[in-house]
């Protein structure tokens, strides 16, 4: 059985940071695309980053480029999500999911998901 748990979430002062951990097991993530997605009240869920099968490529949503940095530990099957200078418009619930070989910006695309952490950039 597949599962996904995503944590790191967390309120922080805008300029801050965070990392995100997206922690995979009854699936060896090296063999997927990783997503994170987000999304705020009242809108749509929006791809963040992704990192392609194999770390072949990594993509960013251009609000984050700079920012963010997509990095994954084979050896601990977990996908890190690392996130500077973090803006108040960057809050939302943050999500993973896995889908086969290469990225996707479609949400519909991804099989696998977890249960969200919270991020939270308010003074």
């Known amino acids: 059985q597949v599962q996904l748990v995503e944590s790191g979430g967390a309120l922080v002062q805008p300029g801050g940071s965070l990392r995100l951990s997206c922690a995979a097991s009854?699936?060896?993530?090296?063999?997927?695309?990783i997503g994170w997605f987000r999304q705020a009240p009242g809108k749509e869920r929006e791809g963040v980053s992704c990192?392609?099968?194999?770390?072949?490529?990594?993509y960013y949503l251009d609000s984050v480029k700079g920012r963010f940095t997509i990095v994954r530990d084979v050896a601990e099957n977990t996908v890190y999500l690392q996130m500077n200078n973090l803006k108040p418009e960057d809050t939302a619930l943050y999500f993973c999911?896995?889908?086969?070989?290469?990225?996707?910006?479609?949400?519909?695309?991804?099989?696998?998901w977890g249960q969200g952490t919270q991020v939270t950039v308010s003074s």
């Open positions: 999911g896995t889908k086969e070989r290469y990225c996707s910006s479609w949400s519909s695309d991804y099989q696998y």
């Open positions: 009854g699936v060896t993530l090296d063999y997927y695309a």
């Open positions: 990192i392609s099968s194999r770390d072949v490529r990594a």
